[in-house]
């Protein structure tokens, strides 16, 4: 699943496609390289976007995506057909707005727009938050009911409602997992990939997120199916959800359904089967403890799995089945854990279609008529290593790959790569900050936009960056660093704050949002020139300097010991930022 959105999402900004009105570009930010990437290793994987937030041009001085309904549908409507125009990606599914309102007339004037550009075959899922009040608002209208597909729901505790069930539509529990991809996060994982269908009818389970690639102390750290958070490393850990994901993704595939023949087990756990309806089968049995499998969220009630045999037979054309592969992991005590283990496969013919299985805590079994099953291999991955602790970025990139910067994280605003033609010289290539209007928002976002990077652990340290400032008498820039905070909870975040503004003032912050204020005071700056600034952070002191003059000197500062550094802007407007460097001590 594919976020649509610009402003902040739990661990940082997406780029949209549209920033202002007259605005479309197709390569911003990585998730079109992303999809690619996944078609080329599964052509039949399914391609869904979902808005978290929206531009600001289309709420019209409103935080509200609903004020003109054929825009913001335009909106969503530009990104599928860009998608296929640009990359060739068919989108198979659409949302309407994560963990948010619906408006009902808003997803009937996109199925019509969807339908008038030719793209009757693109579903759309609501709404992405609870159960209710979306099903029963379709079992009131009918047109609603025809034109939604599938009814998605967040974290749904692998429950459902009775109205969900009463529409017969495909139930979905479109966001799930999100927890720490420890063994216990395995566990979470396999317990809702069988048990979201046994209890709640739910054909398919979205794990948010697909690769842990941010900074860890973020408010979701490592809350992705497998780790991959140091570029500058290459450092890489394959963690067990992966390999917990295995035992259904691997066996099945988009158009498989589930027999009627699944439950719970006696002493504890789940069995489902599925089917291709072309002979093939795929039985999956978890038998997740309650220590061993409590996600996030929502809250698990207490339950017990205990040692026991479980006996199933094959009828009808599965009595003639021969062998069933079989594929197995035991999760918990290190001398005890296998992951996606292939082990001999069942012969049935002299066992009349029956066999029993041994199941003790924590295990899964797969056993499938299919022979594709492979754990694979991949090289040792590079060793982990910490943030560079001198770091430099000039931005001289002509032709960017991606749209931002390497290492910097944003948590509002979008940085890109800028190519400036007023300034051929020295600051021809630089990083922009191009929002100009605060999105539509889903979280809490700061009014200020900032941009993150280096090692959470960095206490002392010293930032420079030269600067620009776009907006004449309101604009303002800063460079920080110590910053604790990110993602969700970037509107509180504090640390070292050094910013200039246009109208010749400078300012010394404990905070993001300036309610801490250190110093202040006046310095000769103006708008459309460029300036260097220096931030210096040892012990308990800090001290900052424009254009290698010091502004200010030896200030005390007390929290936070550490952080993140840190470049952003006064509020959502155009600045510019050049040759970085970052030079630290933890």
């Known amino acids: 699943m594919l976020l649509i959105g610009l402003s902040d999402i739990p661990d940082g900004t997406e780029p949209s496609h549209m920033h202002y009105a007259l605005d479309e570009n197709f390569f911003r930010g990585y998730e079109w390289w992303l999809m690619k990437e996944a078609k080329k290793r599964n052509p039949n994987i399914i391609l869904m976007g979902l808005p978290w937030s929206f531009p600001g041009w289309i709420g019209k001085g409103f935080n509200w995506p609903y004020v003109n309904l054929q825009l913001t549908a335009y909106y969503i409507m530009t990104w599928i057909v860009g998608a ?67 009814i998605g729901a967040h974290y749904p505790g692998t429950h459902t409602v009775k109205d969900a069930k009463l529409t017969k539509k495909k139930l979905w529990s479109s966001e799930d997992f999100s927890t720490l991809n420890s063994d216990v996060g395995a566990g979470c994982l396999g317990r809702i990939l069988n048990q979201n269908y046994v209890n709640g009818y739910m054909t398919a389970t979205i794990a948010w997120n697909l690769v842990a690639s941010y900074y860890e102390q973020l408010p979701y750290g490592r809350c992705g199916l497998m780790t991959a958070q140091e570029p500058w490393s290459g450092h890489y850990v394959v963690e067990s959800p992966i390999w917990v994901s295995a035992h259904t993704t691997q066996f099945t595939q988009p158009g498989w359904y589930y027999l009627k023949t699944v439950g719970h087990l006696e002493k504890g756990g789940s069995y489902v089967a ?124 002509d032709y960017p790959f991606f749209s931002e910067a390497p290492n910097f994280a944003d948590q509002t605003g979008v940085f890109e790569y800028f190519t400036n033609i007023e300034d051929p010289g020295e600051h021809r290539f630089t990083l922009r900050q191009v929002l100009n209007q605060r999105p539509i928002t889903w979280a809490a976002d700061a009014y200020n936009t900032i941009s993150i990077i280096g090692d959470y652990k960095w206490s002392n340290l010293t930032v420079r960056c030269d600067v620009y400032i776009e907006t004449p008498e309101k604009g303002g820039v800063f460079i920080a660093g110590r910053v604790n905070k990110g993602g969700i909870l970037i509107r509180s975040a504090r640390g070292i704050f050094f910013w200039i503004f246009a109208n010749g003032t400078y300012r010394v912050t404990g905070d993001l949002a300036g309610w801490v204020i250190y110093a202040l005071g006046r310095v000769d700056v103006t708008a459309k020139k460029w300036y260097t600034l220096t931030l ?46 970052v030079e630290a001590t933890r």
């Not at 009757?120 to 379709?138: H, Q, T, Y």
């Not at 001398?335 to 899964?364: A, G, M, N, V």
């Not at 254009?547 to 200010?552: C, D, S």
Request: hydrophobic share 40%; with cysteine; proline share 5%.
């Open 274 to 397: 599925l089917t291709d309806g072309l002979g093939n089968l795929t039985i999956i049995v978890e038998t997740m403890s309650h220590k061993q499998s409590a996600c996030i969220r929502p809250f698990l009630p207490y339950f017990n799995v205990s040692r026991q045999f479980a006996t199933f037979v094959l009828k009808g054309s599965f009595s003639e089945i021969p062998e069933l592969q079989v594929w197995y992991t035991k999760l918990g005590k290190p001398s005890e854990r296998y992951l996606f283990k292939q082990l001999d496969s069942l012969w049935l013919l002299d066992s009349s279609s029956t066999f029993t299985l041994e199941l003790q805590e924590d295990e899964i079994f797969t056993l499938t008529t299919l022979t594709v099953g492979s754990k694979g291999s991949y090289p040792l991955p590079p060793k982990s290593e910490p943030f560079p602790q001198i770091y430099e970025d000039d931005f001289d990139v």
């Open 536 to 581: 210096i952070i040892k012990g308990r002191l800090s001290s900052g300097m424009l254009n290698g003059k010091t502004v200010w000197k030896n200030i005390p500062v007390s929290f936070p010991k550490n952080g993140w550094a840190a470049i952003g802007t006064h509020s959502f407007e155009f600045a510019q930022f050049d040759n970085f460097h």
């Open 84 to 150: 296929k125009h640009y990359h060739d990606l068919d989108i198979d599914y659409i949302g309407i707005w994560n963990e948010r309102s619906f408006d009902i007339n808003y997803i009937k004037v996109l199925r019509r727009m969807l339908n008038y550009q030719g793209l009757d075959r693109v579903k759309i899922i609501a709404s992405d938050n609870l159960w209710e009040p979306i099903s029963a608002s379709m079992l009131l209208d009918s047109e609603l009911l025809k034109v939604i597909d599938v």
